[in-house]
Every structure is written in C-alpha cells, then in structure tokens.
C-alpha cells in the first residue's frame, strides 16, 4: 500500500527493497536446510518470483498513470465545455 506523500518512485522502491529482504530470508533458510549455497534451480525460481513481482508493481504504476492522465483529459474536456458557453 502506498504510504502518504510517497512518489511513485519511493512507493516502487520500497516494495522492491521488501522483496530482497522476503528473499533473503528464503535463502537463509534454503541454506540452514541444505548446509550451504543455493542451488541454481533455487536461484532461478527465486528469480522469476522476482521479475513476476517487479511486473505486477509495474503494472499498478502504469495504471495509477492512465487514470491520472484519464482524469486530467476529463477536466480539460468539462473546462472547454465551460470555456465554450462563455464565449458564446
């Protein structure tokens, strides 16, 4: 959720930042079970959980943008109606 007076950029970083700590808690204890490194399967499935993740903030970003742009598009259009019946 995004906190108050945060940017879009602070918002996506933040949720990035809590990602990377989710999964270092993953390979924390993948590494307490195995006794060492991940493996690459385990990298790999940690890394497509990433991106799915990174994809999905993208995608709520890029809508909060469409419907800020959609929003703008109906003030100007009711300022030109206004506008419009003024000048007349």
Request: aromatic fraction near 4%.
């Amino acid at each position: 959720m995004k906190k108050e007076k945060e940017t879009d950029t602070e918002f996506l970083a933040r949720l990035i930042a809590e990602g990377f700590a989710r999964n270092d808690e993953r390979f924390e204890s993948i590494e307490n079970q195995i006794g060492g490194l991940a493996t690459k399967e385990e990298l790999k499935e940690v890394e497509e959980k990433v991106i799915s993740r990174c994809d999905r903030i993208e995608n709520i970003l890029y809508r909060g943008h469409d419907n800020r742009v959609e929003n703008i598009e109906d003030k100007i259009a009711q300022i030109q109606v206004i506008l419009g019946k003024k000048l007349v």
